[in-house]
Structures are given as C-alpha cells and as structure tokens.
C-alpha cells in the first residue's frame, strides 16, 4: 500500500496527455468547418470545454493519497474500518458467551452515529 500510495505519475504522461488534447482541439476545427459550417464553433466549444474538463479532472484525481485537502481520508477510513471490526469481535464474544444467533450479531452493527471524526451515517462515503 505504502509503494502505491507513493508512486506518482511521472510528468512526462501529463505533459504529453495535454499536448495530445491541445493538438487535437486545434484541428478539429479544420475537420468540421466545411461539413457544418458556422454550427462548428458552437460544437467545438463544448468539445474543447469537456475534454479540457476531462484533462483537468484527470491531473486533480492522479494523486488520490496524501494530506492535501482533496486527498482520500485513508486514515479515517482504517480508523472507522478498526472500531467496526472491533464492534464485531465484541460482539461475537458475546454471542459466543450467551448463545445467541448469529443474525442478531449481523442486525445489532451500527447504522451510523458519533465516532471518532464526528458523525458517521453508516453509508460508507465519510
């Protein structure tokens, strides 16, 4: 995990990600102009403006782990991973102790409520 976590994309792949993009935005205009005629600047613009978007969207996300402010919280997510795990053992200790059905164990894990980094829902996208 740690090697994943620490592996970058090397600058030469975004480098030439956004020159393919920038080359093609500049000729497709020359490909559609004579088939639609003025309706391409309109077409071209929405084109340029997704891919662009696209390009832009791709940098941000190629770097998912880390502290920045727009990381994924992996900490939190082992943190609330650790408590749940433990609700379990607990748990089936004491089914273990009192007999009971293993559905009531499944039934009785938390839905959500106060953790340890707030308020948790139980849905998973903390």
Not at 74 to 94: A, F, M, N
Request: glycine fraction near 8%.
């Amino acid at each position: 995990m740690e090697r994943i976590a620490n592996t970058r994309i090397p600058v030469s792949y975004s480098v030439h990600l956004k020159q393919c993009v920038t080359l093609y935005l500049f000729a497709l205009p020359f490909t559609l102009v004579s088939d639609l005629g003025w309706t391409a600047v309109p077409i071209i613009t929405v084109v340029a403006f997704t891919f662009m978007g696209i390009e832009g969207i791709a940098e941000e996300i190629e770097m998912p782990f880390g502290n920045d402010e727009r990381d994924l919280p992996l900490d939190r997510y082992c943190q609330d991973l650790k408590e749940e795990i433990e609700y379990v053992e607990t748990s089936y200790y004491l089914h273990s102790l009192t007999q009971q059905t293993t559905s009531y164990i499944i039934g009785r894990i938390p839905e959500g409520g106060e953790g340890l980094h707030g308020y948790d829902d139980g849905e998973g996208d903390d």
